[in-house]
């Protein structure tokens, strides 16, 4: 049974920076993907940012590259998400998601997804 557990949300001013993790157990991902997605009320689930967890290659999306940076701890099996010069428009619920694929951007090749955690953006 895999479970990626989100932490480090929160509420912070704009121009803040957040780190969010997740933890992963129940099987390592040395093979395969790991990525950040977040909703905001009333709109659909967004891609962020991938890393190949063998290589640490990465992928971000135009809006948040610059601002966000993903890496990975290989020896603790955790995904981290750092968020500087953080906007009002970020709010949203930040998900992290596992792939079975090498490497994903789609929410539908993810197969394993986290709780959640709520990160606010004050103006």
């Known amino acids: 049974q895999v479970q990626l557990v989100e932490s480090g949300g929160g509420l912070v001013q704009a121009g803040g920076s957040l780190r969010l993790s997740c933890a992963a157990s129940g099987r390592t991902f040395s093979s395969y993907a790991m990525g950040w997605f977040r909703q905001a009320p009333g709109k659909e689930r967004e891609f962020l940012a991938a890393?190949?967890?063998?290589?640490?290659?990465?992928y971000y999306i135009d809006s948040v590259k610059g601002r966000f940076t993903i890496s990975r701890d290989y020896a603790k099996n955790t995904v981290y998400l750092q968020m500087d010069s953080l906007k009002p428009e970020d709010t949203a619920v930040y998900y992290c998601a596992g792939s079975d694929y090498t490497f994903a951007i789609l929410p539908s090749e993810y197969n394993y997804w986290g709780q959640g955690t709520q990160v606010t953006v004050s103006s």
């Open positions: 890393i190949r967890w063998s290589d640490a290659y990465t």
